[in-house]
């Protein structure tokens, strides 16, 4: 992800590998102690001030949503100079106000002292590396292994965060595929000063339960908050002259957005949808945007040949997330010239901000994990980390929602920003304080759409493949439509329970990976190839190769996604190159 790269210390080495992404603006800031170099996309720019002053210096990537709201609070036209004057109101976690995907930092020379932060949600990722002195920052792991390599300092495997991998798909907490980097949290910043570096929390879920509204009283709210957040994301590609665009599939999240979207007469809107051909994402998404009256494109993802693109996914990702659950987004958003076009419009996380992660009555911290085979290897840290959290429903979505769905803006984030209304912070602690009974099943969700938008009830949702108004019915602990029951008798008769293993699924992975020689010969022979690679730890080795071989096709492009970060960052391997 584009951003920017930091270090800290005592004449700087400066010694990082230079971008080769001709699309990226690129330029640099220095003094005596520091070198901070942007390697930004050219959009926003007003949005991401990267300026010296006398006491200050400034760097901002991303989109700030409210910018307007904080000029027009503090009483400037002048981004940089609201920055320093929300620093010297409110303190060092003054970015706090910002709304939207930012990330930054900021240098207040007078004291000596650098603040470094990402946002809420932490979508706009920051990793960093301390040593002796040094502290480097950046927005991509790859800027930090290119300035170790340049400078021969000595990097590791974290084998627990190969396990992370293994088993959730992503990474847990601070965790990174190397000892020597980790993440800054969401909702978390840094601040550095006489060479001690500090970690502190400015935004913290909060789902303690406010029984002090009635139904009606949070559905009102939702709505209000939901409109604000909506408006507020249309309004910052007005701002800078951009044609909107915007995700739908068969999902509630998406149609929402758009449905609020076009409501508040934002009509201009390029809509897309990828997934398997004439799979009800394809037909519940075309249907709605012609409804609307949008453009609408579609891009199928039949037999699974976008997958091939496992290099290019890895060398966006580092490896800390599966590469499968970011190729088909890779492989539609490079297909577009996106010039013209300003924030990509999601519906990321509504379905577990308004509805929830507790699906279940037993508690299972493993269930949002890809993979159960290796549990046993990520057990401790599991436990160790629930436990840091009031309960398990903040540690899953914190875990899977932040660590694990968001990172699937990364390959969008190659050339625009994306934001998701779910995730405006005021909506996002409202609807994390309705009560969890009125969460569960999508009950006050439901009720949501059919008191101020029952149009959009008409269509059916792709999860229960029916209307949101169909008479269901609980079956071991799923909600279920009745009328899809005589189908489901006869899928389990079939033991075609996993709708993977039928082209009936959005991407079904285990379908295509049995119907498509292309698809299964490519990643059998990148695992034969890259297998032989990795010699480091015999008995993560043969882990792996009893995942790979034993696994569904989601655990094979765990496995892939591996070997593939192994090669490219601990073998220093280029791509297409044999050892």
Not at 171 to 193: C, P, Q, S, W
Request: proline residues 2%; charged residues 30%.
């Amino acid at each position: 992800m584009p951003g920017f790269v930091l270090e800290i210390g005592s004449e700087p080495l400066k010694n990082f590998s230079e971008e080769k992404r001709k699309h990226l603006l690129v330029e640099s800031i220095e003094g005596k102690n520091y070198y901070v170099q942007r390697r930004t996309i050219r959009k926003f720019l007003g949005d991401k001030p990267f300026v010296k002053t006398e006491d200050f210096v400034i760097v901002i990537d991303g989109v700030v949503l409210n910018k307007n709201e904080l000029l027009s609070k503090y009483v400037s036209e002048d981004f940089a100079r609201v920055i320093i004057d929300m620093y010297k109101q409110n303190g060092e976690n003054f970015f706090k106000e910002f709304k939207g995907s930012f990330s930054g930092a900021l240098y207040d020379m007078r004291n000596d002292k650098w603040i470094i932060w990402t946002n809420h949600y932490g979508d706009k990722q920051v990793f960093y590396y301390k040593n002796k002195g040094r502290l480097l920052v950046a927005s991509e792991i790859n800027f930090i292994v290119d300035y170790l390599r340049n400078n021969k300092l000595n990097y590791s495997l974290n084998k627990l965060g190969a396990y992370c991998l293994l088993t959730f798909g992503y990474m847990l907490e601070d965790n990174t595929l190397f000892n020597e980097i980790r993440k800054l949290k969401a909702g978390h910043y840094m601040v550095y000063k006489d060479g001690n570096l500090e970690i502190k929390q400015y935004y913290k879920l909060d789902n303690t339960p406010d029984k002090s509204l009635t139904e009606d009283e949070i559905i009102d709210g939702i709505e209000k908050l939901f409109r604000n957040a909506v408006k507020l994301e249309y309004e910052k590609d007005r701002e800078y002259g951009y044609r909107h665009i915007a995700s739908l599939s068969g999902g509630l999240d998406s149609r929402m957005s758009l449905y609020i979207a076009h409501e508040l007469g934002f009509k201009d809107i390029l809509i897309y949808c990828f997934s398997q051909s004439n799979y009800l994402d394809e037909q519940i998404s075309k249907r709605i945007a012609s409804d609307l009256g949008y453009e609408y494109i579609f891009k199928a993802l039949d037999n699974g040949i976008y997958l091939k693109n496992l290099e290019e996914v890895v060398a966006i990702n580092f490896g800390n997330c599966i590469y499968s659950g970011h190729s088909h987004v890779k492989n539609f958003v490079d297909l577009l010239n996106w010039d013209r076009f300003g924030i990509l419009h999601t519906g990321q996380l509504g379905d577990v901000v308004v509805g929830t992660y507790l699906t279940k009555k037993k508690s299972d911290p493993f269930s949002i994990a890809y993979s159960k085979k290796l549990i046993g290897k990520v057990e401790s840290l599991v436990v160790g980390t629930v436990n840091e959290y009031e309960n398990e429903e903040l540690f899953k979505f914190c875990t899977r929602g932040f660590n694990g769905i968001l990172q699937g803006n990364l390959p969008a984030q190659e050339y625009t920003e994306v934001a998701s209304p779910f995730l405006d912070h005021e909506f996002l602690s409202f609807a994390m304080k309705i009560p969890i009974e009125l969460r569960k099943d999508h009950y006050i969700y439901f009720k949501w759409i059919l008191k101020n938008r029952r149009e959009a009830a008409k269509y059916k949702w792709e999860k229960i493949k029916a209307k949101i108004t169909t008479p269901k019915i609980k079956l071991f602990g799923r909600i279920v439509p009745v009328n899809r029951l005589p189908n489901l008798v006869i899928r389990v008769l079939l033991n075609r329970r996993h709708s993977m293993k039928t082209k009936f699924h959005m991407n079904p992975l285990d379908y295509w990976y049995e119907t498509s020689h292309e698809l299964r010969n490519f990643l059998d022979e990148h695992f034969k190839r890259l297998i032989n690679y990795f010699e480091e730890d015999k008995e993560l080795r043969q882990d792996l190769i009893n995942l790979y071989t034993n696994g569904d096709t989601v655990e094979k492009t765990q496995t892939l996604t591996f070997l593939e970060a192994y090669r490219r960052y601990f073998l220093g391997i280029e791509d297409g190159d044999e050892l």
